[in-house]
């Protein structure tokens, strides 16, 4: 199936510790991102990446960190993970074509836990 | 900076009638919208979106959507609604200058009553 998947789709987690969340996506696109949905469905973007450079950097505590392999491949990484970390997660991807970028695919979500 | 508002944080509708969810948008440049559908516990789904082209966009499971420059809105309707429309809504307005990113409003949940 072509898609954007993530793994794992569930993170349970005590604080402090560092935990990855990982993205694929195998529709050929060049841009990837990641989306946090808070406890009330609020999304925000956190970071994008196009063609492994860094173009979206939101405020996001430099405890979260991004990287990307590839182009197919956008991972998150989280440094001492606090009470507020919990949350939805979800990865997307879109492809740019002439006259601007197409529209976001997402992957399923990971729910980060925090304990 | 672009912004969206969703009027009403939930909706509840009778089979068989009108679906009606507002969205309003603030942006400085031609906006692209779009509106995803999210599904308890899963990801985002595309519905439909708007790029420019013609102002009545249709998209999947029998909805559209009308941009209307002169007030700022692009609302989503489906004429008839079915239980399995029950979901979470979310219109969103791209900033194509900033990498694409999306802003969201703040969602509004369709509670669909038999």
């Known amino acids: 199936d072509t898609a954007v998947s993530q793994t794992p789709k569930y993170l349970v987690t005590q604080m402090g510790n560092d935990k990855s969340i990982k993205c694929e996506q195998n529709l050929g696109h060049d841009t990837m991102y990641w989306y946090k949905q808070d406890s009330k469905k609020f999304l925000k973007i956190m970071f994008s990446y196009n063609n492994k450079e860094l173009i979206i950097n939101e405020t996001v505590p430099n405890r979260f960190s991004p990287k990307s392999p590839d182009k197919a491949h956008l991972n998150l990484h989280i440094n001492s993970l606090e009470l507020g970390d919990s949350a939805v997660y979800f990865c997307a991807s879109s492809s740019w074509v002439s006259g601007g970028y197409n529209e976001q695919f997402f992957g399923p979500g990971t729910r980060l836990t925090v304990l | 900076a672009q912004s969206v508002t969703q009027l009403g944080s939930h909706v509840s509708v009778s089979e068989g009638a009108l679906v009606l969810l507002r969205c309003n948008y603030s942006?400085?440049?031609?906006?692209?919208l779009f509106w995803y559908v999210q599904y308890p516990n899963q990801g985002l789904q595309l519905l439909l979106k708007?790029?420019?082209?013609?102002?009545l966009v249709k998209g999947i499971n029998g909805f559209e959507a009308e941009f209307k420059k002169s007030e700022t809105s692009f609302h989503l309707t489906k004429p008839s609604a079915h239980m399995s429309d029950a979901a979470e809504y979310f219109c969103?307005?791209?900033?194509?200058?900033?990498?694409?990113?999306?802003?969201f409003g703040g969602g509004t949940r369709v509670l669909v009553k038999p």
């Open positions: 708007y790029t420019s082209a013609a102002t």
């Open positions: 969103a307005v791209s900033e194509r200058a900033a990498g694409n990113k999306l802003t």
């Open positions: 942006s400085s440049v031609p906006p692209y």
